[in-house]
């Protein structure tokens, strides 16, 4: 990615400042993971079970553990290697829940977990086009990120999106890798749109039209902004997430990403959830069923989004 400085009606190249070693972007990474990816740092250079994890993380947001591994040569499956340490996290859950407690003082237990959405993220400078190309199937737990320093001291993330509609599961074969394929498969499940859309039999069309609606007008509201799903909820996101929108036949429920006293709600449409136990990030939530409480809602949700851009 080219980034300029702008001086006045000139444009001028920045040149990148490239990373010597993997500790340096890891380093980097750990220092500031819950602004780049919303998660908590839990522990750097995990040993267990013979395998080394970079950097291991929680999402409070859903209860599961990521892992992070950063990469800088080109000579290495993605594929291999993740679905060896989301095997090695389902095979030794209580490891690494004694690890987290441990290193955080938390009290977390095993069955608070949600296993099904482990995954893990690579950083790299660059990917190949073998590698990027590996994970072009619709349902891997796996996000690849391409990292790029400046001499200007900016840092560029670059998602590498998979557009496949292609199952992984369907061209699997059998030996002894896919064997540690179809294992992790059986409980890492990446949830997708459809999911959210038609988990239920009997949804309502109009429901689903309702959806497709407001996520066109929330995606409208500045570039750059895409999804984060999980298992409960479709996330909207920037830099971090704005609204959850949670998908039920009767309608819409959607999570503002604000605290108490930071929504100015006119019709005084919003619930308070700031004591309550809610699936979404954020303390209000705003139900809407029609397109005729579209206009509000999106207000609403350009709030929160002004307050996390």
């Known amino acids: 990615m080219k980034l300029f400085d702008i001086s006045g009606e000139k444009l001028e190249a920045v040149g990148s400042n490239p990373f010597k070693l993997e500790k340096d972007i890891q380093s980097l990474i750990e220092n500031n993971v819950d602004e780049l990816f919303e998660l908590e740092f839990v522990k750097s250079e995990l040993r267990i079970s013979n395998f080394r994890f970079d950097t291991l993380c929680f999402d409070a947001s859903n209860n599961s553990f990521v892992v992070i591994e950063y990469k800088k040569g080109h000579s290495y499956s993605v594929i291999d290697q993740g679905y060896s340490y989301l095997s090695t996290l389902l095979n030794n859950k209580s490891d690494f829940v004694l690890e987290y407690n441990e290193t955080l003082g938390k009290t977390l237990k095993r069955d608070e977990v949600d296993w099904s959405q482990s995954r893990v993220i690579f950083i790299s400078p660059s990917f190949s086009l073998y590698q990027k190309t590996s994970v072009n199937f619709k349902n891997l737990p796996f996000e690849l990120w391409e990292v790029t320093r400046y001499k200007n001291g900016s840092l560029a993330m670059n ?70 799903i999980a298992k409960q909820t479709i996330g909207f996101r920037q830099n971090k997430i704005f609204t959850d929108i949670i998908i039920y036949n009767k309608g819409l429920e959607i999570v503002l990403n604000l605290k108490k006293g930071e929504l100015r709600d006119d019709l005084q449409k919003t619930e308070d959830l700031s004591n309550k136990g809610h699936w979404g990030n954020g303390e209000y939530r705003i139900w809407i069923n029609s397109e005729e409480e579209l206009d509000y809602a999106l207000s609403l949700i350009k709030q929160a989004f002004k307050k996390q851009a």
């Open 159 to 228: 998602h590498i999106s998979t557009e496949s509609d292609v199952d992984i599961n369907s061209t699997i074969v059998d030996d002894d890798k896919s064997n540690v394929v179809k294992q992790v498969s059986k409980e890492v499940i990446r949830y997708d749109e459809d999911y959210h859309l038609y988990k239920s039999n009997n949804r309502p069309q109009s429901v689903v039209e309702l959806y497709h609606k407001l996520k066109e007008r929330v995606i409208g509201i500045a570039e750059g902004i895409d999804l984060r």
